[in-house]
């Protein structure tokens, strides 16, 4: 097994028809994923890239064609609202890869989703892999932005805020021979759809992660939030990071995940809370993998 | 993004929330007609995006960047040694802020000073209004000495804020009767302002009591939210520039996000996570990263030739670490940015690369066809490694 996706998965687009959803699809048909259907309002009845149907609405798609998985690539205006859509179409996993959605946009949408039995991964996000058998690891489930012949089928859990830091542990932990059962990008928006925390849980259970590495970066309370919770209930051995132990206080980097103020989610409060539950902390982005095999 | 406290005042005033008579000034004969208009007492004061203007010294020797009087030719003296001068206070660092314009304004007589803002709480997903009894310039110091005297509320992010949120933050901050009717109709008002205006922050601090027995917002500090500024054009034409580090302006012309930093090593790399992680690597192994530079997913040749533009203009800069793990990005296009940058720009310093993902070997290729003099890395630990040491030769 591996967590959220398989390589049997079937996978729906939302934007298929823009220039990245579509490059991105391309990618992943490539790699093997089950990319079943593409929807963009408007658009129905086309035929995306000579295999892959493209629907007027998600409930369509969904009722043709069996996809649980949704990507969004929506242009942030209208990413709340695609959110939405497929999870009134009764979608399990919505994968949000959309950067630049308005906060109180996700504030409603989060507020909305509560109770619903649909996950979402995201905004803001590289989105996820499970690496497959075939060359490359493809014939694999890749749905998002990341490049899919970095990965290799293996053990580590990989869960992280920001995309190419994510990219970094995979090659890393691919190197080193480990390879990966899933990896998943949370996003580095304030308000997300999944935490450390909840993948952490997942990987916990999953019989083929034998090891996790996490990604964090500083701001918020989400990595704390996660390590407290490793510390008595995850039997599997941990090694993270934290980005942004230069990074100026007040100053907002990119994501607006990383911002610090007064002494909150600084770099060192976290490393502490982290090392204090039994996880390995890596120094430096280089040595993310070495860390984790350090422990095995 | 910030704004000017005239500013604040002004969207103030077009939500209905009180504050004290006042104008902006852009000359001295403009100062003295608005101290006029109001009669007695006004207070003027340097409009610039930084804390301490009180406390603060003009380079000309003027000092302080708030002044009180009751006389208007007084006023246009001190807008005259203002407006044009260049104001430094202990948040705008050595090289301070222009200061183009004044606000004069109603001195108001003070009962009592309260706190009340409402930011977006990540970890709550809602609005919050927080609250408290010890207004004024130090209530960082409440916050951290006495957070019981800190009032939270959250904000129901579907339903909005409601009658008895409202009589909570009201008793809290002990109004009543008269005061505690001006007070619910502020809170909403304000929040009706953080939705409307996409806030990320808004901050009255004082919010303060009269002998008269009015409420007023004597200052406001406002946060937006950078995501929401496509559907907020007059935020967004609030924007003033001349206030941000030119860099930055220049970067974000460009779509590329650049904070500028005091070290030496300038960075360019592709996402915030990685690009705060190679500033990280780059202290680890004893050098200083001259600055943040995410030039995101999707950067162009053009993109990059600029971002490189943009380092090099920072003389501080003694070498360049380039670090892309392309997932999007394409490494391909990356090197013909570095190319086409270093034939238009003298580099003159070092430039270490690290390139993988997508496309990387066509990457390489065109880099070392190029003929461009640079040190290849193999890693992150490598290149850091190498840019620390190549300035330090």
Redesign the interface.
């Known amino acids: 097994m591996s967590i959220l996706v398989q390589p049997d998965t079937k996978v729906l687009i939302q934007g298929i028809t823009g220039g990245f959803g579509g490059q991105h699809t391309k990618l992943s048909l490539e790699y093997g994923t089950q990319v079943v259907a593409g929807v963009t309002p408007g658009k129905g009845g086309q035929v995306f890239a000579d295999r892959v149907p493209v629907f007027n609405a998600v409930k369509d798609a969904v009722e043709e064609t069996g996809a649980t998985v949704s990507a969004v690539f929506v242009p942030p205006p209208f990413a709340g609202e695609a959110i939405l859509e497929a999870v009134d179409a009764g979608i399990e996993l919505v994968v949000a890869i959309t950067e630049g959605i308005p906060v109180t946009d996700m504030m409603r949408v989060a507020a909305t989703m509560e109770g619903s039995s649909t996950r979402l991964i995201g905004p803001n996000c590289p989105g996820i892999v499970t690496p497959g058998e075939g060359p490359q690891s493809s014939g694999g489930c890749r749905i998002g932005i990341a490049p899919g012949y970095i990965h290799k089928k293996g053990s580590v859990g990989v869960v992280s805020r920001s995309g190419t830091l994510t990219y970094e542990a995979v090659w890393q932990t691919t190197q080193l021979g480990l390879g990966q059962s899933t990896c998943i990008g949370i996003g580095g928006d304030p308000i997300n759809g999944t935490s450390h925390l909840d993948i952490l849980k997942l990987f916990n259970e999953d019989p083929e992660t034998e090891s996790i590495i996490m990604i964090g970066e500083i701001g918020g309370a989400a990595e704390e939030e996660a390590a407290a919770w490793a510390k008595d209930n995850c039997s599997k051995p941990i090694a993270a990071f934290i980005a942004g132990t230069t990074a100026p206080a007040g100053r907002r980097m990119g994501h607006a995940g990383a911002i610090i103020s007064g002494g909150k989610g600084t770099a060192s409060a976290k490393k502490e809370a982290l090392a204090d539950a039994g996880i390995a902390i890596a120094q430096t982005p280089a040595e993310m993998g070495a860390t984790l095999a350090k422990l095995l | 993004m910030n704004i000017h406290e005239y500013q604040a005042k002004e969207l103030f005033a077009k939500f209905d929330i009180p504050t004290p008579k006042g104008k902006v000034a852009e000359s001295a004969a403009e100062a003295h007609a608005i101290a006029d208009e109001i009669g007695g007492q006004v207070v003027i004061k340097a409009q610039v995006h930084a804390g301490g203007r009180g406390k603060g010294t003009f380079k000309n020797g003027f000092q302080g960047g708030v002044h009180l009087s009751g006389n208007a030719d007084e006023i246009a003296e001190i807008a005259d040694k203002m407006i044009g001068q260049t104001l430094v206070t202990h948040q705008t660092g050595e090289s301070g802020k222009v200061v183009n314009k004044v606000m004069v304004a109603e001195a108001v007589d003070i009962e009592k000073e309260y706190y009340l803002a409402i930011l ?1 709480d ?2 709550g ?3 919050v209004i927080v609250a408290s009894k010890e207004g004024g310039v130090n209530i ?1 110091e409440v916050a ?1 000495k006495t957070p019981e005297k800190i009032l939270r509320v959250p904000i ?3 339903s909005g804020l409601g009658d008895n949120q409202i009589r909570e933050v009201s008793e809290g901050l002990g109004f009543q009767d008269d005061i505690a009717g001006q007070f619910a109709a502020l809170l909403d008002s304000l929040h009706a302002l953080f ?1 409307a205006c ?1 806030c ?1 922050m808004v901050e009255i601090n004082p919010l303060v009591t009269t002998p008269g027995g009015q409420l007023l917002a004597l200052d406001a500090k406002f946060g937006f ?1 950078d ?2 500024l ?2 907020q054009p007059e935020i967004a034409a609030m924007r003033d520039t001349s206030e941000e580090d030119p860099r930055e302006v220049a970067a974000s012309e460009y779509n590329l ?1 650049y ?1 500028g ?1 005091d070290g030496n090593i300038a960075c360019l ?16 192994y004893g050098g200083e ?1 001259a600055n ?1 530079l ?1 030039v995101g ?2 950067a162009s040749e053009e993109q990059v030739t600029n971002a490189f533009k943009i380092i090099l203009g920072d003389t501080n800069v003694k070498g360049i670490l380039v670090n892309i ?4 990005m394409d490494c391909d296009v990356i090197a013909h940015g570095i190319v086409a940058a270093c034939k238009q720009v003298d580099l003159g310093i070092p430039l270490v690369v690290r390139l ?3 496309n990387v070997e066509a990457g390489k290729e065109t880099l070392s066809k190029s003929g461009v003099n640079l040190i290849a890395a193999d ?3 490598d290149a ?1 490694q190498k840019a620390v040491r190549a300035i330090a030769a």
Do not use: Q, W
């Not at chain 2, 790399?269 to 680890?284: F, H, P, R, S």
């Not at chain 2, 793990?325 to 999007?328: A, E, K, P, R, V």
């Open positions: 977006m990540r970890e997903r809602c609005p960082e951290e129901h992010p579907l939705i996409d990320s939210d995501n929401a496509y559907r996000n904070i930093l790399v592709n996402g915030a996570g990685l690009a705060m992680a190679t500033m990280d690597i780059i202290k680890y990263p943040f995410d997913g999707g793990f392309g997932g999007i993988e993902g997508n890693d992150l630990a850091a």
